[in-house]
Nanobody, 124 residues
Framework: QVQLVESGGGLVQAGGSLRLSCAAS????????MGWYRQTPGKQRELVAT???????NYAASVKGRFTISRDSAKNMVYLQMNSLKPEDTAVYYC??????????????????WGQGTQVTVFS
């Protein structure tokens, strides 16, 4: 079972910056996609940004140009640099990955894994 541990959330004034980190551990054989999602009370979880093992990235329109996702595949880590933060960026941010774990002499099927979430609060 893959565990994802996020860090870096907190309270920041509008216009400021935060950097989120997420580390994947626990028998990881391979990770194809890593990303960040966010959720506010009463709303569905939404995609913020993803990065593939091939290096391609995808961003929500609302964060494009302000947020940057990066990945250290050797360490199974993903980062989210958030600049020019706005109050509407306030949410719980969740790390996600699609990973295979070691199973026998090979790997199991690809599965979806989630972190516990980290709160980001932006005040004006």
């Amino acid at each position: 079972q893959v565990q994802l541990v996020e860090s870096g959330g907190g309270l920041v004034q509008a216009g400021g910056s935060l950097r989120l980190s997420c580390a994947a551990s626990g028998g990881v054989f391979s990770i194809s996609l890593m990303g960040w999602y966010r959720q506010t009370p009463g709303k569905q979880r939404e995609l913020v940004a993803t990065t593939s093992d091939g290096g391609s990235t995808n961003y929500a329109a609302s964060v494009k140009g302000r947020f940057t996702i990066s990945r250290d595949s050797a360490k199974n880590m993903v980062y989210l640099q958030m600049n020019s933060l706005k109050p509407e960026d306030t949410a719980v941010y969740y790390c996600n990955c699609k990973a295979r774990i070691y199973y026998g002499l090979g790997s199991g099927p690809e599965s979806d894994y989630w972190g516990q979430g980290t709160q980001v609060t932006v005040f004006s």
